[in-house]
């Protein structure tokens, strides 16, 4: 089973707001990683998790805050952000086998929109 | 300078005909990964096949094949006999090894459009 949840499908808010994606898998991966996807683009890398430690972080602006609470979840706080923003939210997980480079799974996004 | 070049951003074919999906990489590591991901209109990224460095042979699952050839830095995918649920953005990806050995260079991907 090579499967990854997240919640919610889809996501409106307002600049002010404050909201959360959620990321969820029980394949027993140990690292995991959150995307974010513009239309017509590729998949850019924001977050990388392994083994519940952040240990890459591309230069993403404060207004995104990951968390993962335990080796099967991943969080997205999201809070403050602009029109901009407006993207598929991507979260993916591999087994991170030490040094080798693995197949990330993804799971089906998260379509935000900020008004 | 971009690691994975997809030169095709878009290909029209009818049902039935064959499709190849162009793919060219760059790195300077020997030892490295290739990967071929599909994105259907729904939005999740679907494996479909990992291939190291050292393993030049060329694969075929059901309708689909891989040609990857060191010597052109290439790695294509194609779709034999396309039907219309292959309609997708297909994207290749590398993953380079070191420290930022889970980080993946996408192409920047070509949509497929498979009319009946």
């Known amino acids: 089973d090579t499967e990854v949840t997240q919640t919610p499908k889809h996501l409106v808010m307002g600049m002010t707001n404050k909201k959360s994606l959620k990321c969820e898998q029980h394949m027993g991966h140990r690292a995991m990683y959150w995307y974010k996807q513009k239309a017509k683009k590729p998949p850019e890398l924001m977050f990388v998790?392994?083994?519940?430690?952040?240990?890459i972080n591309e230069s993403v602006p404060s207004r995104f805050s990951p968390e993962c609470p335990n080796s099967s979840l991943l969080n997205l706080h999201l809070h403050a952000l602009q029109p901009e923003d407006s993207a598929l939210y991507l979260c993916?997980?591999?087994?991170?086998?030490?040094?080798?480079?693995?197949?990330?799974?993804f799971g089906p996004g998260t379509r935000l929109l900020v008004l | 300078a971009q690691k994975v070049t997809q030169a095709q951003t878009e290909i029209s074919v009818v049902e039935k005909e064959d499709v190849t999906l162009d793919c060219v990489y760059e790195t300077r590591d020997t030892t490295y990964y290739l990967f071929w991901y599909k994105q259907p209109p729904s939005g999740e990224l679907v494996f479909l096949i990992r291939r190291n460095s050292f393993d030049e042979q060329n694969e075929i699952s059901g309708r689909y094949s891989w040609n990857f050839q060191k010597s052109t830095s290439s790695f294509n995918f194609t779709i034999t006999a396309s039907q219309v649920v292959d309609s997708a953005v297909y994207f290749c990806?590398?993953?380079?090894?070191?420290?930022?050995?889970?980080?993946?260079?996408f192409g920047s991907g070509t949509k497929l459009n498979v009319k009946p």
């Open positions: 990806a590398l993953s380079e090894g070191g420290y930022n050995f889970n980080k993946f260079y």
């Open positions: 993916a997980s591999s087994p991170r086998s030490s040094g080798v480079q693995e197949t990330q799974y």
């Open positions: 998790y392994s083994y519940e430690k952040l240990s």
